[in-house]
């Protein structure tokens, strides 16, 4: 592919000359070039070198499926959940929105489940996330979902940042995140966490229990199982921001995304969450299927979660009367 086209499908600009949809107006021309001008940010040829073998490496996992221990899928599954909640229960509710909070030993085994997903350390995360939720679908958007499916999926990762998720996240305070010990002594040993628990446990446990060759072991529970939970995670930016209705706000782009929400342990529900970021079940309670929200309210039960928040239901349903797109 020539790197013009690649760098329009990153860009998701699909705008032809002559296709009548040129700009009208000197300021709008003014406006595009200005936007084009911090959108060329060079393709990290690096990232795109690893994330294709890593793929491939998934695609070749698949058909070691039929040849491993039955107990090796189960672990599969297993690391997979607990990864699923160092990204949704820790980097998600409990960092970036401060929706409840936790204690200690909850806080440890979030970072360390965390470091197993290695989605980059919990502080990078947060910042990055909380920038998308302040200037969604905007350039300061790291993932932003205008420019395209492919863009806010995966396409984010391959190219420089736009300056102004720079530019405007410099102006945000995330002062609390390094304030956390378990989050900045995460982000000193991130490197060593990851191998640790990404590759190195997820490896092990299958050889030494119940005698999994190493091989089997290593795709099935690391690389397919990561490269499934980084899909999964990266639906959210991409079609949970393009599918699906929008009971609570129809003039943002987020959608109620029940798929999504099935692969993403209960993060589908992103009209919901972007309309009540500090709502810990990130959906309405009692009616959807969140594995994370139990998982909270589990930890609650064992006393290591306390003041959860959760948005009222008078709030909920005016929000949905004045905003909604009426769809339920
Ligand atoms: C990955 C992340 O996959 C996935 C995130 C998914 C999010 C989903 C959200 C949905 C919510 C619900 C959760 C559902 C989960 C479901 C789970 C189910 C399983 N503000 O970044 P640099 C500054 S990672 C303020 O290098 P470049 C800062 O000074 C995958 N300042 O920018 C920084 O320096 P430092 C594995 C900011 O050079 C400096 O700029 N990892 C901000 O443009 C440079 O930052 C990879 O593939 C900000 N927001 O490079 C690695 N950002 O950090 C990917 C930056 O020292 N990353 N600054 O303070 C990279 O290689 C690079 O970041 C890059 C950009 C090439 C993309
Ligand atoms: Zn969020
Ligand atoms: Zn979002």
């Known amino acids: 592919m020539s ?5 329009n499908m990153i860009d998701g600009d699909s705008k032809m000359p002559g296709d009548g949809r040129e700009e009208s107006s000197l300021g709008s021309i003014a406006e595009r070039s ?19 073998l890593l793929h491939s490496g998934a695609v070749y996992s698949l058909f070691l499926i039929p040849k491993a221990h039955l107990f090796t899928l189960i672990w599969a599954y297993l690391c997979f959940l607990v990864t699923a909640l160092g990204v949704t229960a820790g980097a998600h509710r409990l960092w970036s929105h401060r929706s409840y909070k936790a204690k200690l030993p909850l806080r440890i085994f979030l970072a360390a489940a965390n470091s197993m997903a290695f989605q980059n350390d919990i502080f990078e995360w947060c910042r990055d996330h909380r920038v998308h939720h302040k200037h ?3 350039d300061a958007d790291p993932h932003n979902a205008g420019r395209g499916f492919f863009f806010a999926h995966i396409g984010w990762l391959f ?25 900045s002594f995460q982000r000193t040993h991130y490197k060593a966490s990851v191998v640790l628990m990404c590759f190195v446990i997820p490896t092990l446990v299958p050889w030494y229990f119940w005698g ?8 099935l529970a690391s690389i397919l199982r990561y490269t499934v939970s980084l899909n999964v995670s990266w639906l959210v930016n991409s079609a949970a921001h393009m599918y699906g209705n929008r009971p609570y706000d129809k003039n943002i782009n987020p959608r109620q995304n029940t798929l999504v929400s099935i692969g993403a342990i209960g993060e589908g529900f992103h009209n919901y969450h972007h309309t009540f970021p ?32 959760h948005a009222p239901r ?12 009426r769809s339920s």
């Open 136 to 138: 969604s679908e905007t």
């Open 159 to 183: 190219v420089r940042k736009h300056r102004d998720v720079i530019e405007k996240g410099r102006k945000l305070d995330f002062s609390d995140l390094l304030e956390d010990p378990v989050v």
């Open 278 to 309: 500090f709502d810990y079940s990130a959906s309405e309670l009692g009616l959807k299927f969140n594995p994370t929200t139990w998982f909270i309210d589990f930890m609650y039960l064992l006393g290591l979660v306390t003041e959860r928040k």
């Open 212 to 219: 999994e060759s190493l091989w089997n072991s290593y795709f």
């Open 34 to 52: 200005e936007r084009e001008v911090g959108r060329k940010q060079g393709i990290v040829w690096r990232n795109v070198i690893l994330m294709a």
């Open 314 to 325: 008078e709030m909920i349903q005016a929000r949905k009367e004045r905003t909604g797109d």
């Open 3 to 7: 790197k013009q086209g690649a760098s």
